[in-house]
């Protein structure tokens, strides 16, 4: 398994600002995304961070909304831009390891999560 | 529409008994499933996985049962302790992307 931390883990903003994110990860990942929790929701994909190139959008965000950085194989930070009350939510950073003697990495682990109040 | 769901959102369980947490998907291109852990204020925790060529997978008090005609599966945890209270997540995905689609997940509540 992979230790991921998050940072904060939780704050409280006022509408209008932004928010940056850090997730570190203890080993090198291929695979690193980041997910929202809404309240009383499952978990939603937001994007998926690619080291050295631009993130993957899943569809419903954007790039302006949540910017992403992936600067090396162990780090990854995720902005919520410009905040309004509905980005309230859990952002969870998560990576693929590999799991079983086959190699595949379909295994998924995911850090503490970071709550955001947004007033 | 949602292709991953889990119909129960709680449920109870007496300590010692059997814990049974059912998840039915629709996409019939998903091959592989997970189950998941969370407490409150933690990032969930991976717990079991099975492949689309199984039918059945076990780990120690886990064992996650998978009926591909029906795109069902279910988890099933014996015996049932305190500790096992959480939400647990069902997830699934298909060979042709990187990443697992959840269902809205069910509390169980172990009752000692």
């Known amino acids: 398994s992979a230790v991921i931390s998050q940072k904060p883990s939780r704050d409280i903003c006022q509408r209008g600002t932004s928010l940056t994110i850090q997730c570190q990860v203890d080993?090198?990942?291929?695979?690193m995304f980041w997910y929202r929790q809404q309240p009383g929701q499952s978990l939603t994909l937001i994007a998926t961070?690619?080291?050295?190139?631009?993130?993957?959008?899943e569809s419903g965000f954007v790039i302006d909304k949540f910017p992403i950085s992936r600067p090396n194989l162990t780090f990854s930070t995720l902005t919520v831009s410009n905040m309004s009350p509905e980005d309230s939510s859990i952002y969870l950073c998560?990576?693929?390891?590999?799991?079983?003697?086959?190699?595949?990495?379909?295994?998924?682990?995911f850090g503490p999560g970071t709550r955001l109040t947004v007033t | 529409d949602q292709q991953v769901k889990q119909n129960s959102p709680s449920l109870s369980v007496q300590e010692g008994r059997i814990s049974i947490l059912n998840c039915d998907y629709t996409?019939?291109?998903?091959?592989?499933f997970l189950w998941y852990k969370k407490y409150p204020a933690e990032g969930p925790t991976f717990l079991i996985s099975?492949?689309?060529?199984?039918d059945k997978n076990e780990d120690g008090r886990f064992t996650v049962f998978l009926n591909k005609s029906a795109k069902h599966l279910s988890l099933h945890i014996v015996p049932s302790q305190p500790g096992d209270s959480a939400v647990y997540f069902c997830?699934?995905?298909?060979?042709?992307?990187?990443?697992?689609?959840f269902g809205p997940g069910t509390r169980l509540s172990v009752l000692p």
């Open positions: 996409n019939s291109m998903f091959d592989y």
């Open positions: 099975i492949s689309s060529i199984k």
């Open positions: 080993s090198q990942v291929t695979m």
């Open positions: 998560s990576v693929a390891l590999r799991v079983g003697t086959g190699g595949d990495w379909r295994g998924q682990y």
């Open positions: 997830a699934a995905r298909g060979w042709y992307g990187q990443n697992f689609v």
């Open positions: 961070a690619n080291q050295g190139s631009e993130a993957t959008y």
